[in-house]
C-alpha cells in the first residue's frame, strides 16, 4: 500500500513538472532605486483591478524572458531597465501559465504609469500592508531581502 501511494505521488509530481514545462510564462520586474521597490496597481481586468504588481506580461513566443521584461516596463512604464537575476521561485498562476520575477536595473526614464493607474516606490516597511495579487505575495520574501539585505 505504501508503495501504491508513493508511485500515486511520484505521477502527480511529474504531471505537474510536465505542466510547467510546457507552461506559458510571465515575467515581472523587480525595480529597486535609493531602497525603493517600484509597485504598480491594476486597473485591469475586473477580477485583479486594485490590486498590486510587479510591473510585467506575457513572454512572446521566442522571446527571452529578460526581452519581455525589458519590452514591458517600456509598455507600461515608459522606462529603460535591464533585467538581472531572477528572484525567488517560478510561481504557478491559474491553468498553463507561470510567474517569473526579475531584478531589473533602471537605465533610462523615469516609471510612469502608461498602462495602470498608479505606480509608487514603496518602502520594506510597506511592503506587507499593500493588496499584492496572490503571485506576486510569494516573492515578499525575497524583496524583504533586496531592500534589507539580511
Ligand atoms: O500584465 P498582464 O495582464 O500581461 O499579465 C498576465 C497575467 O499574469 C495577469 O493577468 C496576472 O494574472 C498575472 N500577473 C501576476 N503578477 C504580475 C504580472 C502578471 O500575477 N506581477
Avoid at 535609493?34 to 504598480?40: E, I, V
Avoid at 513572454?59 to 538581472?84: F, H, I, K, N, S
Wanted: charged share 30%.
Amino acid at each position: 500500500l505504501a508503495l501504491k501511494v508513493l508511485q500515486a505521488r511520484a505521477e502527480a509530481v511529474s504531471a505537474r513538472s510536465r505542466e510547467l514545462v510546457g507552461a506559458k510564462v510571465v515575467v515581472a520586474a523587480a525595480i529597486v532605486r535609493d531602497g525603493l521597490l517600484l509597485a504598480q496597481r491594476r486597473g485591469h481586468p475586473e477580477r485583479l483591478a486594485g490590486g498590486w504588481e510587479l510591473p510585467g506580461g506575457r513572454v512572446e513566443p521566442g522571446e527571452d524572458d529578460r526581452a519581455a521584461v525589458a519590452r514591458e516596463c517600456v509598455e507600461e512604464l515608459g522606462a529603460e531597465v535591464v533585467a538581472g537575476e531572477q528572484i525567488g521561485p517560478d510561481i504557478p498562476l491559474r491553468a498553463d501559465h507561470l510567474l517569473r520575477v526579475y531584478r531589473a536595473e533602471l537605465v533610462a526614464g523615469e516609471p510612469r504609469a502608461l498602462d495602470h493607474p498608479e505606480v509608487r516606490w514603496i518602502g520594506s516597511d510597506e511592503l506587507d500592508n499593500l493588496n499584492w495579487l496572490a503571485a506576486d505575495r510569494v516573492v515578499l520574501p525575497a524583496l524583504h531581502d533586496l531592500l534589507d539585505p539580511p
